[in-house]
């Protein structure tokens, strides 16, 4: 079975940062993604649509550390759906969201505010940027 979600778009809020009791930092906002197209009679249509993303320890503080409202990200996820009975009425209600796996921030260094380029961010690991990796083949001389 699959359940991937990939989105690029622009965060429609600041990230909000908490810690579970346990200290886990966790770090929701939402991904506005568009589409534009023509209709049959040649009027250009746009579509938003709007996604809750949830980021889980080193990757939710990198992502509260770093990201704001307007910043252009690559996400990489699982889809998610929690539920629960409405306290006043009893009804059952769904809420979708992303829960991140991976993130990428796809604005320039000067657009984003900071020196910083964490480039490719995971969750579970630490990321903190290493030595400059030597320099490998190009991929011209590798001959597959």
Not at 92 to 116: H, I, Q, T
């Amino acid at each position: 079975m699959l359940n991937k979600v990939m989105l690029i778009g622009n965060l429609g809020r600041d990230p909000e940062v908490r810690s579970t009791p346990s200290g886990q930092a966790v770090t929701t906002f939402s991904v506005a993604t568009s589409r534009k197209w023509k209709n049959r009679d040649g009027q250009q249509q746009d579509e938003t649509e709007w996604y809750n993303v949830e980021a889980w320890g080193r990757l939710a503080e990198i992502c509260g550390q770093y990201l704001q409202k307007g910043s252009k990200v690559f996400i990489e996820g699982r889809g998610k759906t929690d539920t629960w009975d409405d306290k006043e009425t009893g009804q059952k209600r769904y809420k979708f969201k992303v829960v991140a796996l991976e993130m990428k921030m796809l604005d320039s260094r000067s657009s984003a505010g900071s020196d910083f380029d964490p480039g490719q961010s995971k969750g579970g690991g630490d990321h903190t940027p290493g030595p400059p990796q030597a320099a490998g083949p190009d991929d011209d001389d590798i001959p597959f």
